[in-house]
C-alpha cells in the first residue's frame, strides 16, 4: 500500500524564546522488508540558525535545529510518500518460554538489531513486581515466544481503557497499569515492561497508523495521529514481530513506522531545551491518506 503522509506540528510561545534547541524524529526511513519511503521532506519554521540531519542508532533519522535569536513560535511540517509492504504473521519458530534464555544467550553481536539492547530496564521502562507477575499469570513455559507476545498483547487491549485524559507524555508505566487506563505510549510501555520481566527483549516503535471514518461519515482531515506499539524478539528463527496492543492486532499494511527504540525517550518526536518564560501552547495534525496498491 502506497500512502501520503502529512504531518504539522505548532508550537506557540507564551514569551520570546532567549535560544532554542530540538532534537526532532519525524522522517520515516527504509526498512527492508517493511517499508520504502519514496519521498520524505521536513520543513522547519522559522528557518533555523543551524540544522543537522543524520542517523541515530538504531537506524532512526533525526534533525537537530537551533536558533540564536528570540522566536516565538515553531512549527514542524513533514510530508512522505512512504510504501508498506504487505506482511503477513510469520510462522512461529520461536523457541519455547522455558527454552528461550538458551536461544537468547546464543546471540553475541550487538548492533542496533540485536536483543540485548531491549533486555532489561530502560531510561523510561523498568520491569516492575506487578506487571511481571500479570504477564506470568497469562503463560505457561511450554508457550512459544511468539505465543505469549500475542497472549500479553491481547490481555491487554481487553484489561486497560484507551484514555487520553488519564495519562501524559510523563505518565510512568507503572501508574497507567495501576490504573488500567492510559493511550498508545501507556499500551506500549507496559507490554515492554511485562515482556522483559518474564524474559524477552522488547523495544517500542514509533510512527504513524492509517485510521478509518466511522461508516456513513466522511474522513476528517488532520484528524490522523501518530501511534506507538511494540516489537518483540521471539528467538533466532523468527526475529523480531511487532504487535499493537492498544488495537488488539499484528503491525501490517496499515502501519508506517518512524522509529525504533528502548522505549519513548529513544524515539521522541521532538525533544529540547530552551530559555524562556511562561507556557506554551502546540497543535498537531496528522493525514495518512492510501493511494492506489502498488502492482
Not at 63 to 72: G, L, R
Not at 150 to 157: D, Y
Not at 254 to 278: H, L
Request: aromatic letters at 8%.
Amino acid at each position: 500500500m502506497l500512502y501520503d503522509v502529512s504531518l504539522t506540528i505548532e508550537y506557540n510561545y507564551a514569551a520570546t524564546s532567549d535560544r532554542a534547541r530540538n532534537l526532532v524524529r519525524l522522517l520515516p526511513s527504509n526498512i527492508v522488508g517493511v517499508q520504502q519511503v519514496r519521498q520524505r521532506l521536513l520543513q522547519v519554521t522559522p528557518r533555523p540558525d543551524e540544522r543537522r540531519d543524520g542517523v541515530d542508532f538504531f537506524g532512526n533519522a533525526m534533525s537537530m535545529v537551533a536558533w540564536h535569536h528570540p522566536i516565538d513560535a515553531m512549527s514542524l511540517n513533514l510530508t512522505a510518500k512512504v510504501e508498506r509492504f504487505d506482511t503477513i504473521v510469520p510462522l512461529d519458530f520461536s523457541p519455547r518460554l522455558a527454552e528461550f534464555a538458551r536461544d537468547l544467550s546464543a546471540v553475541h553481536g550487538l548492533g542496533p538489531d540485536a536483543p540485548h539492547h531491549f533486555a532489561s530496564a530502560s531510561p523510561l521502562v523498568s520491569p516492575s513486581p506487578a506487571m511481571t507477575a500479570y504477564a506470568r499469570d497469562l503463560v505457561d513455559p511450554d508457550m512459544t515466544a511468539m505465543q505469549v507476545v500475542e497472549v500479553l498483547g491481547r490481555a491487554l487491549h481487553r484489561d486497560m481503557t484507551f484514555d487520553p485524559e488519564a495519562t501524559d507524555v510523563n505518565t510512568p508505566p507503572e501508574e497507567a497499569f495501576e490504573n488500567r487506563h492510559g493511550v498508545c505510549q501507556d499500551f506500549a510501555h507496559v507490554m515492554i515492561a511485562a515482556l522483559r520481566g518474564i524474559g524477552i527483549p522488547a523495544g517500542y516503535v514509533s510512527g504513524f497508523l492509517r485510521t478509518f471514518a466511522p461508516p456513513g461519515q466522511p474522513r476528517l482531515e488532520g484528524a490522523d495521529a501518530m501511534h506507538a506499539w511494540v516489537r518483540a524478539w521471539v528467538g533466532q528463527e523468527t526475529g523480531w514481530i511487532e504487535f499493537d496492543p492498544t488495537n488488539d492486532q499484528f503491525a501490517g499494511t496499515d502501519y508506517i513506522t518512524v522509529g525504533y527504540g528502548r522505549d519513548y525517550g529513544d524515539v521522541a518526536p521532538v525533544r529540547g531545551v530552551m530559555r524562556t518564560s511562561g507556557g506554551q501552547e502546540s497543535r498537531q495534525a496528522v493525514d495518512v491518506i492510501p493511494l492506489e496498491d502498488v502492482t
